[in-house]
T-cell receptor, first 114, second 109 residues
Framework: GAGVSQSPSNKVTEKGKDVELRCDPI?????LYWYRQSLGQGLEFLIY????????KSGLPSDRFSAERTGGSVSTLTIQRTQQEDSAVYLC????????????FGEGSRLTVL | DAKTTQPNSMESNEEEPVHLPCNHS???????IHWYRQLPSQGPEYVIH???SNVNNRMASLAIAEDRKSSTLILHRATLRDAAVYYC??????????FGGGTRVLVKP
């Protein structure tokens, strides 16, 4: 596709369930970022993948959160035993791995935990 | 991470220019200055970026101070559609990107 694709666009789940959010970056983009945005707040960094390097997981809020990137392309963010405070829009972005490479964001996955 | 500081909000009248400042006093020599904006209920979108020289594109202009410790995004003629949160960030090779709170721009008709 032409841009970053995220799915699902909306997810409603019950507290305690696991959820998976998917990000399809732009082809050729070796850098991939996950952010979380709660209502009315800024972008909170979660995790960063760069090529074959170990991901920077410093933003993951708890061990219930994990992410992987298979084959250097598609990424999945998994939240286990969801809590109500996990409700937010989860945004994925990709870019070329150079400082001048602009970020392209997906439309986000809106997660609501009841 | 090199951090940026921006005012929380700014107001402008429609058709007038908007100057959005960003301070980045700890910028390193290889950091690029990027600007993004987030319209209501949308993901952020790229606006402009630069290293040392001033830059112009169809959306905006970027003025970078000679010492690179600050920059200004210039919207030449604000429209109602320019109402958004504008983020200034520093991007280096191989580093994560953290966004600050950005500047919320309100455009009055």
């Amino acid at each position: 596709g032409a841009g970053v694709s995220q799915s699902p666009s909306n997810k409603v789940t019950e507290k305690g369930k696991d959820v998976e959010l998917r990000c399809d970056p732009i082809s050729g983009h070796t850098a991939l970022y996950w952010y979380r945005q709660s209502l009315g707040q800024g972008l909170e960094f979660l995790i960063y993948f760069q090529g074959n390097s170990a991901p920077d997981k410093s933003g993951l809020p708890s061990d219930r959160f994990s992410a992987e990137r298979t084959g250097g392309s598609v990424s999945t963010l998994t939240i286990q035993r969801t809590q109500q405070e996990d409700s937010a829009v989860y945004l994925c972005a990709s870019s070329l791995a150079i400082p001048s490479g602009e970020l392209f964001f997906g439309e986000g996955s809106r997660l609501t935990v009841l | 991470d090199a951090k940026t500081t921006q005012p929380n909000s700014m107001e402008s009248n429609e058709e007038e220019p908007v100057h959005l400042p960003c301070n980045h006093s700890t910028i390193s020599g290889t950091d690029y200055i990027h600007w993004y904006r987030q319209l209501p209920s949308q993901g952020p979108e790229y606006v402009i970026h630069g290293l040392t020289s001033n830059v112009n594109n169809r959306m905006a202009s970027l003025a970078i101070a000679e010492d690179r410790k600050s920059s200004t995004l210039i919207l030449h003629r604000a429209t109602l559609r320019d109402a958004a949160v504008y983020y200034c960030i520093l991007k280096a090779a191989g580093n994560k990107l953290t966004f600050g709170g950005g500047t919320r721009v309100l455009v009055k008709p």
